[in-house]
């Protein structure tokens, strides 16, 4: 493990070393406007939502590096303390990025990027009409962290009004994330999908107490073939299946195993951990516990 001093190394090199860490980073694709209305639109993934009561979205226009100069999107919202922000989505993510380039004082990115601006409800800051979910807000505050290049500046935005695209509800009214397609950003010039393969789902433990890593037995979980994850999702469970259960399902789903194995009861207790290990993938906590479960009944 290689420890480094933030301090020690060229913000550059941290920065680096940070953007790859902490990611995937949603995007807020922010719209501002000068004091003579004149638009700006620019993308930056220093971002996130922070509270549902008061609705506060957070991001970070930080400054240049290179430089030490500050962003139009930052000069905007000191003088108008207001901006909408528009999520990006994989449609337009390419658009986004082209948005991103510094092109000078007056030109704007909406046409640049050839993307559609819409006027606002409450705000002066323009909508990007191909963004499927836009946040108008009002700036409650701006947080300088530092005057140095690659220094932060928080954006602390509370959302007054949100627009969000019917096409991508499902039947509840709940924002589908299969249909909204959003996207990440990683380090360099990577991205990632919020959607297809790369979905998938962890139950919360809410309602739930779960027996904990700690509860299961020990010949299961110092296993070599399974890993965190697995553990973690047998631990997520409030009771073990019982005896009768187990073995019901050893007679019926494990019956071909233990005969094969029957004299070899090490290569037995492997082949169950391997094939739990597989069902656990595959989501079916209740049929792994029932496979580990087995080789000592």
């Known amino acids: 493990m290689k ?21 995937p980073r949603p995007i807020a694709f922010a719209s501002t406007v000068d004091e003579n209305g004149n638009p700006n639109l620019a993308p930056f993934s220093f971002f996130n939502v922070f509270s549902a009561n008061p609705p506060m979205l957070i991001f970070s226009p930080a400054r240049r590096g290179r430089d030490n100069t500050t962003k139009h999107t930052y000069e905007n919202i000191k003088k108008t303390m207001e901006c909408c922000i528009n999520v990006v989505n994989y449609d337009i993510v390419q658009q986004t990025s082209l948005a991103s380039t510094e092109y000078p004082e007056g030109v704007s990115e909406f046409v640049k990027a050839g993307l559609t601006p819409v006027d606002s409800e409450k705000i002066k800051s323009k909508r990007v009409k191909e963004s499927p979910v836009q946040f108008e807000c009002k700036v409650k505050e701006v947080i300088e962290l530092g005057n140095q290049g690659g220094a932060g500046n928080l954006i602390l935005a509370e959302v007054v009004l949100m627009h969000v695209n019917e096409d991508v509800l499902d039947e509840n009214g709940k924002i589908d994330q299969h249909k909204i397609g959003l996207v990440g950003r990683m380090g360099a010039n990577w991205y990632s999908k919020g959607f297809g393969d790369a979905l ?7 309602t739930t107490l779960g027996i904990g890593v700690d509860a299961i037995p020990e010949e299961i979980r110092l296993s070599k073939h399974l890993t965190g994850n697995d553990l973690g999702m047998l631990g997520n469970v409030e009771q073990l299946p019982d005896e009768t259960d187990v073995n019901d399902y050893k007679l019926v789903e494990l019956s071909d195993l233990f005969v094969e194995l029957e004299d070899e009861p090490e290569k037995l207790e492997i082949a169950l951990h391997k094939l739990a290990h597989k069902q656990l993938e595959e989501g079916k906590v209740e049929e792994a516990w029932k496979t580990l479960l087995a080789f000592n009944n």
Do not use: A, M, N, R
């Open 3 to 23: 420890t480094i001093i933030p301090s020690d190394i060229p913000v550059p090199q941290l920065h680096g070393l940070l953007l790859g860490s902490v990611g």
């Open 200 to 206: 998938f789902e962890v139950p919360k433990p809410l």
